[in-house]
């Protein structure tokens, strides 16, 4: 079963509330043919066959339901919730959903955590590389964190589109380029060295595009933690081995075999980035790891096996 992992959807309707609610950057997203109306789907259905996909998972992100006021935060949350649901349920073969939460907001998070998973029938729940300029390794997430772990449920990471809030790469058109694999790798150490996933063992960590740069640097960074860090709690190559990767790689084949050699093939998630990989690049999403020199196994885990196995899909 070719799952899909990392793809996205929004309708007119929630980028008009979100446009009401003071966010600047929507009107980039409304031509991108991530819509839902009939034709945009059968555009994107048509897509999914060329490559052999069945089943999409869909997040909001990086258009997330983050307001500093609760509730604008927890009406985006619910609307986008509630589409995806009925999303789901018109066409239940090709999608599943991993939930919108009204975060920097912890109870009212929590409260629609429940809803979503229990009521909706959603896969897990998502959070951003940072959550209005918060780390998400900052204690005011670890209830989020408990209640997935109770859950054994899935957190889905994706890059804020912030640039690591640094002017050095929002400033210089740098932001998704190079900035989103940053925000990537940031973003799992500083879970890594709260020893978010040693705590918490039983939640289901994705990390996006093979974790920013985590397999060119974790030798480096098991080394200076030391001295840097010395009260992380295990050794981060250990803790990476917890985690799960997404292969939104761009078609660039040494990257992938770094992270396979990195972490495993049995870690790493088929995903296309939909729909920003547009026309015949999203037929490089399967291509690439078809030739990239892998064993007919490796293959088969990465685009076939792996993703269906940890959100336990079946056919």
Do not use: C
């Not at 949350?77 to 009925?86: F, G, I, L, T």
């Not at 150490?189 to 985590?214: A, E, V, W």
């Not at 396979?260 to 790891?289: K, M, N, S």
Request: zero cysteines; glycine letters at 6%; charged letters at 25%.
């Amino acid at each position: 079963m070719r799952v899909d992992v990392h793809a996205h959807a929004w309708s007119s309707d929630y980028l008009d509330l979100l446009e009401r609610f003071g966010r600047s950057e929507v009107a980039a997203y409304r031509q991108l043919g991530a819509g839902v109306t009939d034709d945009e789907l059968a555009a994107r259905f048509a897509m999914l066959d060329a490559v052999g996909i069945d089943l999409q998972i869909l997040t909001a992100a990086p258009l997330s339901p983050h307001f500093e006021d609760e509730g604008a935060a927890v009406t985006a949350a619910r609307q986008v919730n509630d589409e995806y649901a009925a999303l789901v349920e018109r066409h239940p073969g090709r999608f599943r959903a991993i939930a919108s939460l009204p975060l920097p907001h912890i109870d009212a998070s929590l409260a629609e955590l429940d809803r979503a998973i229990s009521d909706l029938g959603m896969l897990g729940a998502y959070i951003t590389t940072s959550v209005l300029g918060r780390p998400i390794a900052d204690e005011l997430f670890e209830p989020l964190y408990r209640e997935l772990n109770r859950r054994q449920s899935v957190l889905s990471v994706h890059p804020a589109g912030h640039g690591a809030h640094s002017p050095l790469i929002t400033d210089h058109q740098l932001t998704w380029s190079i900035g989103a694999p940053v925000e990537d790798t940031v973003a799992a150490m500083q879970l890594i060295l709260k020893g978010i996933p040693s705590r918490f063992p039983h939640i289901k960590i994705i990390i996006p595009h093979f974790g920013g740069l985590l397999p060119m640097t974790l030798e480096r960074i098991d080394q200076h933690v030391a001295w840097e860090a010395p009260e992380t709690p295990e050794r981060p190559s250990l803790a990476a081995q917890r985690l799960w990767y997404d292969t939104v790689g761009h078609d660039h084949v040494p990257a992938l075999r770094a992270a396979i050699d990195t972490f495993g093939a049995d870690r790493l998630l088929f995903g296309t980035d939909f729909p920003f990989q547009p026309g015949e690049l999203f037929q490089t999403t399967v291509d690439y790891i078809k030739r990239a020199g892998l064993s007919e196994k490796d293959v088969e885990a990465i685009l076939d096996r792996n993703a269906a196995q940890l959100f336990k899909l079946r056919e």
